[in-house]
């Protein structure tokens, strides 16, 4: 069965950058022609794509947010990686990990990364 | 402001039907398929239908999708109190590109 679980730093100050990991269990990220997500949503707030890592290691990334994120994948560990850099408050969010790239058929249970001082 | 628009509410009493509307424009509905997926408050969002019209493995047929033109909708029947949740379009849209999410429903089973 898979599992996704995220972990990260739930407190960031504002300018610093936001890393989360997202370990997978019951399924390689490497194989099985499978990409990963990255979700996020604002409390109260609806849900924006972050972007996505292909199986192959290749990333796309929403336009709005391109020139902070990076993702990464470390296939030892079977997990894979979110950085975001010069967070401001509006980073705030619930930061949830998943399963594919149009859509996303499972995800993690979520973290709440806020940015404050 | 999400580009996919959609109702922010609706409601309905058990055992009715009801629709969900979104609307987008040809550079995502109109030329790419359809997601839905609903979120329990508290909770991590869950797929309830892919490529515009296709049910996941466990999600009752009284979930059904459906698209026309720039605009998709999803239906409830047999509404169910369990049904209370927000429920989101997304699409991928060709202009980004990237994966674009509506700003969700929230339904009320009255």
């Known amino acids: 069965q898979l599992q996704l679980q995220e972990s990260g730093s739930g407190l960031v100050k504002p300018s610093q950058t936001l890393s989360l990991t997202c370990a997978v269990s019951?399924?390689?990220?490497?194989?099985?022609?499978?990409?990963w997500s990255w979700i996020r949503q604002p409390p109260g707030k609806g849900l924006e794509w972050i972007g996505f890592?292909?199986?192959?290691?290749?990333?796309h990334y929403n336009p709005s947010l391109k020139s902070r994120v990076t993702m990464s994948r470390d296939r030892s560990k079977n997990q894979f990686t979110l950085k975001l850099t010069s967070v401001t408050a509006a980073d705030t969010a619930v930061y949830y990990c998943?399963?594919?790239?149009?859509?996303?058929?499972?995800w993690g249970q979520g973290v709440l990364v806020t940015v404050s001082s | 402001q999400s580009v996919l628009t959609q109702p922010p509410s609706a409601s309905g009493t058990p055992g009715q039907s009801v629709t969900i509307s979104c609307s987008g424009t040809?550079?995502?509905?109109?030329?790419?398929?359809v997601n839905w997926y609903q979120q329990v408050p508290g909770t991590a969002p869950k797929l309830l239908i892919y490529?515009?019209?296709q049910r996941p493995s466990g999600v009752p047929d009284r979930f059904s999708g459906s698209k026309s033109g720039t605009s998709a909708s999803l239906a409830i029947g047999g509404l169910q109190s369990e049904d209370e949740a927000d429920y989101y379009c997304?699409?991928?849209?060709?202009?980004?590109?990237?994966?674009?999410f509506g700003g969700g429903t929230k339904l009320t089973v009255l």
């Open positions: 998943a399963r594919g790239d149009y859509y996303v058929d499972s």
């Open positions: 019951g399924a390689s990220i490497a194989l099985g022609g499978y990409s």
């Open positions: 890592l292909f199986y192959t290691g290749g990333t």
């Open positions: 040809s550079s995502n509905i109109g030329s790419n398929s």
């Open positions: 490529s515009t019209y």
């Open positions: 997304a699409a991928w849209d060709d202009s980004g590109p990237h994966v674009l």
